[in-house]
């Protein structure tokens, strides 16, 4: 039977550094395979301002508050930071975590915050093709960092689902490709992947097709996995209920 991999994406939001330490803690316990957060100055999905931690430096920290899961963010914005300073980041995190980041990289959306903070938004196609130009800086910047990344090299998720660009660079560059649901919407988008690495010369089966999902019974989560998922990620808030993690942790584990 295939790999499975369960993973949790706590948002930095609208909590406390204390509660959200806990919290990556408690899920590292629970025995998730990855924990997650996003790359944000502000919350995303609201007009509401709140708490909010910025996505690296609470990567270092949960680098230091867990031992065993993988962690990265889902997906950091390409726009926010130097390619090459970036890759120095993730190697710093790769160090500290013993090995156990994973780059998530998108090209960005989020145009209140990149106005807030002063980044040039531009169109999609302009962030588009920064991502793609900085994919290959990145992992050249890698094989000249002293000391070297201790994973060699870091794996890299590439989060989005445009089929000509965002698809075409996970073919390309990714190691772990994410999606969304619903179920056909992610079957559709996976297969258009399958088509860029044809075309290309890759592997399919090289990238591991992960999904953020809201599914969470055994049955939906069994069709993911038919439809060629191997690494489920939910998301938690505060007020922390670990109760889907839980049962997303009891349903990997009696695949197995």
């Known amino acids: 039977m295939a790999r499975i991999r369960v993973g949790v994406l706590l948002q930095p939001q609208f909590t406390t ?23 944000h100055f502000l919350p995303p999905y609201t007009m509401r ?31 926010y930071r130097n390619p090459a300073l ?3 980041m993730a190697k710093t995190v790769d160090h500290i975590s013993g090995g156990r980041l994973i780059l998530g990289m998108g090209a960005g959306w989020f145009e209140r915050e990149y106005r807030e903070y002063g980044y040039p938004f531009g ?11 900085a994919l290959p800086l990145i992992k050249q910047r890698w094989q000249l960092e002293l000391p070297a990344p201790v994973r060699d090299s870091i794996p890299i998720c590439i989060g989005g689902e445009g089929e000509q660009i965002t698809l075409k660079l996970a073919a390309q560059y990714a190691d772990i490709w994410n999606g969304f649901g619903p179920l056909d919407n992610f079957k559709r988008k996976s ?9 290309i010369g890759r592997d399919p089966k090289a990238i591991e097709r992960s999904i953020l999902t809201g599914t969470h ?12 998922a191997g690494h489920i990620i939910v998301t938690l808030h505060d007020p922390w209920n670990f109760a889907t993690v839980k049962q997303l942790v009891c349903w990997r584990d009696a695949r197995r």
């Open 17 to 39: 550094y204390a509660a959200y330490a806990q919290a990556v803690r408690q899920v590292e316990a629970l025995g998730v395979d990855t924990i997650w957060n996003w790359d």
């Open 49 to 79: 301002r709140g708490n909010h931690f910025e996505g690296w430096t609470l990567l270092a920290a949960m680098a230091t508050l867990t031992s065993r899961a993988e962690i990265g963010c889902l997906v950091t914005c390409n726009s």
């Open 86 to 88: 970036l890759a120095t």
């Open 123 to 133: 169109t999609a196609r302009d962030r588009l093709k920064a991502l793609a130009a």
């Open 191 to 199: 297969a258009v992947l399958d088509r860029w690495c044809t075309e």
């Open 217 to 228: 019974t055994a049955r939906g989560l069994d069709r993911l996995v038919e439809a060629g």
